[in-house]
Each structure stands twice: as structure tokens, then as C-alpha cells.
């Protein structure tokens, strides 16, 4: 048996997947983020606190028995979901495991508020850059009035009003009230997994995910940061797109544009013919309820309205001009070894599939979109352009 997907006796659901003669295994338990009303930044916060000690482990014990052991484990809040993973040697697994429960079970907070003063710290540290108060100001401004939208600057304005009772209240919300899921790769057999996983977690109620409004954008969002002592200008232009139907061929048209470093549209036409761009890419930036498409590029101060327009004029050519065969098929191959690269070990594969499950897409959605992707036409392109592309966007930048 390679790869099953199963239930936990509490139906949490479990994919198992043997990758012979690999030394290490991965396990990606995900809790989805069904209630995204508390204060921005208390999550975050309290992802980091579940590694800062246990009823039975001080902070320093669990992270050198974790270090005794080399076990790498996480936890890490995304937009959708808390995720909480360990990688450990094949022989380890059930120490790695039991120390594992003990954080989802037991963590105390008692940490707080150290933690919070250093999270105040990176964060500023952070900021400082640039080209990530552009991205924040941006995703700020895309999502704004939701969850999706506390970014950086959104967390740090509220630090000083969280308290170690919203830690422990908001630990509960994931862990009573959210979808579950659980991603097992590695070289073990599945009997012993299964009874393993069972006898740790089969006590946690499973739920399901929770109908949450997705973010709304209805007009044009122009913003700019004036920061003296930057010597570039930083520019970023998105539009709100889906996350589902049109996957495939979205993706596809991020590698055409910006995602394919040397050979794509944006670093062809605005670096190498113009001139414009120190950097220059696209992206494509997929969550649950919705996705944005956004072009970058850092440039001199004086090229800013130039590279609005170069991105205007590629924006046009991609709605108005068929892709060619030749360039579909190139962004279908870069796209499909981009995926093969980043799925090559244990952990990434674990993750991979937990993140699919957790978002409701299924553990695989990998797999399914693969089959999609290698369908996709240059008329499909051309249609998901003139969809998305429209007078509903934000345009960030940053400059001296």
C-alpha cells in the first residue's frame, strides 16, 4: 500500500502515503480557521506560543528534547488554517509523536509575554524593507474589512491589546470548532500509523469548514507610501480573481506573464527591451474564499508611470492576442516541474496534501489540477483575462 486515504476512529481525515527507503516522515495536522472575528494578530501570536511550553515541558525542555532528538516541528498560521507539522527519523516517530500531542494538548501560554514583545520586534524589523511595506500596504488594501487583510501593519497596531486569556481562547476556537485533517508521508507501515494517530488524536472532535464571507473589491484602490530614504520606487497593481473553476488557467497565465523569470512577458518586455525593472514578476496568490493577481516591479522613481503603462500594455495584449501553442505548452511544463520540484521530500509532500484537504479542495486537488492544466487552451487564456482584468484593482507603491 503507497498512498490511502482514510479516517481517524473521530472521522478526522488522514492521507497515508509510504515512500520506501526515506529516513525521515512528515506529519501535517491542519485546523482550519473557522472563526476570524478575534483581534488582528491573535492567532499569530498564538501559533508561536504552542511551542513555548506544556504542562509537562518548560519551553527550554521541549526545545532541547526536541533538538536531542532532531525534531523539527511547527506551527504556523496561514490565511485559511493553523498548521502544525513535525519531521523526525523513521525510529523517532513515536517520541516525535508523543511530544507532538503533548503541544496540541497541553500548551500553557505561559510565554506570552515574552513572545509578543519579540513578534513586536520582527515585525518592525520587517517593515523596515522597503518592498515589504508595499506588499503589506497592498494586501491591506486588496482584502480590506477582512481577515485576510491583517498584515503586518494591521497585527502590530494591535499586539498591545491582546492579553494570554485571548491565547487560550482563541486556541480553543481551533481547537473545538474546525475541520481537521492529517497528512502521514513517509516509510512506516500504515497499521502502525493508523493505530498510533488513533490512540493520540482520536479523542478530538472533527468539525467541518464554516460558510465564511469571502473579501469584496468594487472600485479602484490608488495608494502611495512616501518614504525618503528609498532610492527605488516599489509598485505593485492587483485584481481580485477566483480560487476554483479557474485555477488552471490562471496559473498558466501567471508563468506566460511574470513567474518564469527570464522567459516571461513582464521580464522580456519591461527589463530587457525597456530597460524599466530591477525586478519584475507576477503572481498568483490562491486562498479559500478568493485569489488576487498581482504584477511587481522595482524600478528608478522617474520610471513609475512608464511601468504602469508597460503593465497596462501587456495586460492588454495577453485580453486581445491568442497566446501561442508553443508559449501554452512552455508555461504548461514550467508550471507542472515547478510543482514536482516542490513536492520532492516528505515534509513538503505532507504539507501539500493537508493544505489542499484543509481548504475543502480535497487531498488530490494536486493531482486533478495537473490533468486540468494540461488542457487548458489559448482561447481560455484570453477569455480568463478579459474575466478578470477589469477597473476593479489596487496599485500600491512605495517611494522617495
Known amino acids: 500500500m503507497d498512498k490511502k486515504i482514510t479516517k481517524l476512529k473521530n472521522d ?41 511550553g506544556t504542562k509537562k515541558r518548560s519551553s527550554q525542555q521541549l526545545s532541547e528534547e526536541l533538538d536531542q532528538y532532531a525534531i523539527e516541528c511547527s506551527a504556523e498560521l496561514k490565511l485559511d488554517y493553523l498548521k502544525l507539522k513535525f519531521v523526525c527519523l523513521n525510529e523517532d516517530f513515536d517520541k516525535a509523536l508523543e511530544i507532538f500531542e503533548d503541544i496540541i494538548k ?45 498584515t503586518n501593519t494591521v497585527i502590530l497596531n494591535n499586539l498591545k491589546n491582546l492579553t494570554k486569556d485571548d491565547m487560550i481562547s482563541s486556541y480553543k476556537i481551533f481547537y473545538e ?53 528609498v532610492n527605488q520606487a516599489h509598485i505593485i ?82 485580453k486581445t492576442e491568442l497566446v501561442s501553442q508553443e508559449e501554452l505548452e512552455n508555461a504548461k511544463n514550467n508550471l507542472i516541474g515547478k510543482w514536482a520540484f516542490s513536492q520532492e521530500d516528505n515534509s513538503q509532500q505532507a504539507a501539500t496534501y493537508a493544505h489542499y484537504a484543509v481548504t475543502g479542495r480535497g487531498f488530490d486537488f494536486n493531482e486533478k489540477a495537473k490533468q486540468l492544466i494540461r488542457t487548458v487552451t489559448p482561447e481560455q487564456i484570453k477569455e480568463c483575462a478579459n474575466k478578470y482584468f477589469n477597473d476593479k484593482y489596487v496599485i500600491s507603491i512605495i517611494k522617495p
Open 177 to 229: 470548532n474546525s475541520k481537521k485533517v492529517m497528512a502521514f508521508v513517509g516509510d512506516l507501515e500504515f497499521d502502525r500509523v493508523y493505530s498510533k494517530l488513533n490512540d493520540s488524536f482520536g479523542d478530538l472532535t472533527s468539525g467541518e469548514l464554516a460558510e465564511i464571507k469571502p473579501p469584496v473589491l468594487d472600485e479602484i484602490k490608488e495608494l502611495e507610501i512616501i518614504k525618503p530614504d
Open 12 to 52: 478526522i481525515e488522514l492521507l497515508y502515503k509510504r515512500n520506501k527507503n526515506t529516513p525521515r516522515v512528515a506529519l501535517c495536522f491542519n485546523f482550519s480557521l473557522n472563526d476570524p472575528i478575534p483581534v488582528p494578530g491573535a492567532y499569530t501570536l498564538m501559533a508561536r506560543l504552542l511551542l513555548q
Open 237 to 318: 497593481q492587483g485584481w481580485m480573481v477566483e480560487t476554483a473553476e479557474d485555477y488552471p488557467v490562471l496559473a498558466l497565465m501567471n508563468i506566460i506573464l511574470g513567474a518564469s523569470g527570464l522567459s516571461s512577458r513582464l521580464f522580456l518586455e519591461l527589463r530587457d527591451k525597456k530597460g524599466l525593472a530591477y525586478v519584475v514578476r507576477s503572481t498568483y496568490d490562491v486562498a479559500r474564499l478568493c485569489a488576487n493577481f498581482s504584477i511587481y516591479i522595482a524600478t528608478e522613481p522617474k520610471n513609475i508611470e512608464v511601468s504602469l503603462n508597460g503593465f497596462k500594455e501587456e495586460i492588454e495584449k495577453i
Open 106 to 150: 497541553n500548551s500553557t501560554f505561559e510565554e506570552f509575554e515574552k513572545e509578543r514583545i519579540k513578534l513586536i520586534g520582527e515585525i518592525q524589523a520587517q517593515l523596515d524593507s522597503p518592498k515589504a511595506q508595499v506588499v503589506d500596504n497592498f494586501y491591506k488594501n486588496i482584502y480590506a474589512n477582512h481577515h485576510y487583510g491583517y
